[in-house]
C-alpha cells in the first residue's frame, strides 16, 4: 500500500503543516484527527489497516490532517476569542490548501470528509460551510455544539463555526439545495456518549428538510476506535 509523508509551510497557519496520504488512487477522504490528535493518528489506531483493502487496490485514498487543537478550541491558555480566530485559520488551511492538494493529486472530484469523536465536529462544520468541497460525509460519535470551548463568550466566529446554532437559521436556498446534495452519514453506538448529542443533531437535520443516515450500532458499542473500524468499512461503500 502507498504510503507518502507530506509538509508544508501554511500560510494560512504560519507554520509547517503534516499529512498522511495512503493509497495510490480511488475515492479521495479527508481524515480529522480526534481531540488533540495528530495526523498519524489513524494509522496508530488501525484505522488504515482496517481499510487496508480498499486503500491497497485503489478504491480509496486517504488525506491525513494533523489538527491545531492545542493551538485553538482546546488552548485555555488565551482567551476564546483568540482561540476561535485559530480555529477559523485551520479553517482556511483547509479549504484554500489541503483541498487544492488533494485536487491536484487525486482526479476523481468526489470527495469524502471523515472523523470520529472531535473529528466527526470538524468534518461535520466543513461540510456544512462548504458542500460544494464534498461529495459525502462519515461523521462517527461526534458532538456539534462547541460553546462549552468558549467559557461562556460568543461572537459571529463562534456561531458560525457551531452548526447546532447556524443550522436551524439557515435559509440561503441555494447553500441548503448543496446541503441536501451530500451524503450525510452520522453514526454512534448504543452505549456512546455522543449518542444523544449525535440524534439530536440529526433532528435539526431533518427539521431544515436535510436527508441524511443516522446509524446507531448495537448492542452495548461504546466511543471507541474498534466501533469506528467498522462504521468505516460500513459507510465508504
Not at 151 to 180: A, K, T
Request: charged share 20%; hydrophobic share 40%; with cysteine.
Amino acid at each position: 500500500m502507498h504510503r507518502q509523508y507530506v509538509k508544508w509551510w501554511s500560510p494560512s497557519l504560519g507554520r509547517e503543516m503534516e499529512m498522511l496520504v495512503f493509497g495510490h488512487q480511488g475515492t479521495p477522504v479527508l481524515v480529522f484527527p480526534s481531540s488533540m490528535g495528530r495526523f498519524h493518528e489513524w494509522e496508530d489506531f488501525g484505522m488504515i489497516n482496517a481499510a487496508y483493502h480498499q486503500l491497497d487496490q485503489g478504491y480509496n485514498q486517504f488525506f491525513c490532517v494533523d489538527s491545531v487543537d492545542g493551538e485553538s478550541l482546546y488552548n485555555r491558555n488565551v482567551d476564546p476569542y483568540t482561540r476561535f480566530v485559530r480555529y477559523q485559520q485551520y479553517q482556511s488551511y483547509i479549504i484554500e490548501e489541503v483541498i487544492p492538494f488533494i485536487r491536484t493529486h487525486n482526479a476523481n472530484p468526489y470527495t469524502v470528509v471523515a472523523g470520529a469523536s472531535f473529528g466527526a465536529f470538524h468534518a461535520c462544520n466543513i461540510a456544512l460551510k462548504y458542500p460544494k468541497s464534498f461529495g459525502k460525509l462519515i461523521a462517527m460519535s461526534g458532538k456539534y455544539d462547541i460553546r462549552g470551548f468558549a467559557d461562556g463568550f460568543y461572537d459571529d466566529n463562534i456561531y458560525f463555526n457551531n452548526p447546532v446554532d447556524y443550522l436551524p437559521n439557515m435559509n440561503n436556498h441555494d447553500h441548503l439545495e448543496d446541503i441536501r446534495r451530500l451524503d450525510l452519514r452520522f453514526t454512534a453506538g448504543d452505549h456512546d456518549i455522543c449518542l444523544d448529542a449525535t440524534k439530536h443533531f440529526c433532528h435539526l437535520l431533518y427539521e431544515k428538510g436535510i436527508w441524511y443516515e443516522c446509524d446507531v450500532w448495537s448492542p452495548n458499542v461504546i466511543h471507541d476506535w474498534p466501533a469506528w473500524k467498522s462504521m468505516l468499512l460500513k459507510h465508504l461503500a
